[in-house]
């Protein structure tokens, strides 16, 4: 079993942001999603750290208003079972933010870019948090599929991150934390000959 971080230390400022942040996946509240407020969270998030600057994101925000559209949008592109769980997958979020990335052919560039977006939407998170807006990031199957692409606009030499499905939390609601392995037991010391943890 990991061993958790000790519960008495207390944490101030972004610590206590990181430590504190889940993923809220439902028991949102009926309050609907301004844009406003996802575009003050992303005019910060984008300030991620990204090779050469090259801002490989963009942003599509499906508003609370727009919700039952988009979800029939994307589960059409299925037929049957899986046109439910489709269905299932998305009806728990009050909006959703599609982070879309544009891909390099070169490797050390699409890697260099998903990890500049992946930086960005934990930005995102953090920030959400702060302002009770919970956020899960979803890479369920139908962010592949073609038929969503295209429904989505999502073109050739781009990728879809991911769905970050939105809400905001009631604060008395939060799930416990999940113990995290300590970063000693998966460190090594360069020049360190100790014999390491299997």
Do not use: C
Not at 18 to 37: A, C, M
Not at 101 to 122: C, G, H, T, Y
Not at 179 to 196: F, V
């Amino acid at each position: 079993m990991n061993p958790s971080f000790p519960e008495t230390v207390q944490y101030a400022g972004i610590a206590k942001t990181i430590r504190e942040r889940r993923s809220i996946k439902k028991g949102y509240k009926p309050d609907p999603v301004p844009v406003e407020l996802i575009t003050e969270l992303l005019n910060e998030a984008v300030w991620a750290p990204n090779h050469v600057l090259r801002e490989p994101w963009r942003f599509l925000f499906v508003p609370t208003e727009q919700k039952e559209h988009f979800i029939e949008t994307v589960a059409s592109a299925f037929s049957g079972e899986e046109q439910e769980k489709t269905r299932r997958r998305l009806e728990q979020a009050k909006a959703f933010l599609i982070v879309i990335m544009r891909e390099d052919p070169r490797q050390k560039q699409w890697e260099e870019n998903f990890a500049a977006v992946s930086a960005l939407i934990q930005n995102f998170q953090l920030l959400a948090w702060e302002r009770q807006l919970g956020v899960v990031w979803k890479t369920n199957p139908h962010i592949y599929d073609p038929k969503v692409r295209e429904r989505l606009g999502v073109r050739p030499g781009e990728k879809i991150v991911g769905f970050l499905h939105l809400g905001f939390f009631d604060p008395d609601q939060i799930p416990p934390a999940r113990p995290r392995t300590r970063a000693e037991e998966k460190m090594t010391i360069y020049g360190d000959n100790s014999p390491k943890a299997e």
